[in-house]
């Protein structure tokens, strides 16, 4: 798949409307598109990689501390115990991207796959992710 192929650099390059909860460092999180639960956030590399191994060393670290910032403010803001992490991008689209999901501490692997089988037909108010996405910012320190 080529970059101009690429939904995920589609997303980067603004054609493919999104929600950007953050944009620094070379990197990007957004919002899920819906039917998503709230929360389900998406880190990617602005440049097209295929894995995380085909980042820079210090790609990879911004890479790492924004995953693990967004995932705490995640956790903390929707008061979950824990989240899930799904790494993706070996398949279509071919670009490497990480999945944070918020989920409580009982939740099963079957559970996660659930989430994916039996998506609902509407997600969450439009209302609330935006909501969510201000909170995020706020907490990260992120300004538009």
């Known amino acids: 798949m080529t970059e101009k192929e690429c939904t995920f650099c589609g997303v980067v390059r603004g054609e493919i409307n999104s929600e950007i909860i953050l ?5 990007m999180v957004v919002m899920a598109q819906p039917p998503t639960p709230l929360g389900h956030a998406i880190v990617i590399p602005e440049h097209h990689a295929m894995n995380f191994s085909d980042l820079s060393v210090e790609e990879q670290i ?3 501390v924004t995953w693990g910032l967004v ?3 995640l956790v903390t803001l929707l008061k979950k115990p824990r989240a899930v992490n799904l790494k993706s991008g070996g398949f ?3 670009h490497f991207h990480l999945h944070i999901y918020e989920v409580e ?3 099963s692997w079957d559970d ?3 989430m994916f089988e039996n998506r609902v037909a509407s997600g ?3 209302s609330e992710r935006q909501k969510l996405i201000k909170q995020l910012r706020e907490q990260l320190g992120y300004k538009t």
């Open 112 to 114: 996660i796959i659930g």
């Open 92 to 94: 279509v689209p071919g």
């Open 23 to 27: 944009r620094r460092d070379g990197l």
């Open 71 to 73: 995932e705490q403010a």
């Open 105 to 107: 501490r009982e939740t």
């Open 124 to 126: 969450p108010e439009k």
């Open 62 to 64: 911004n890479f790492a």
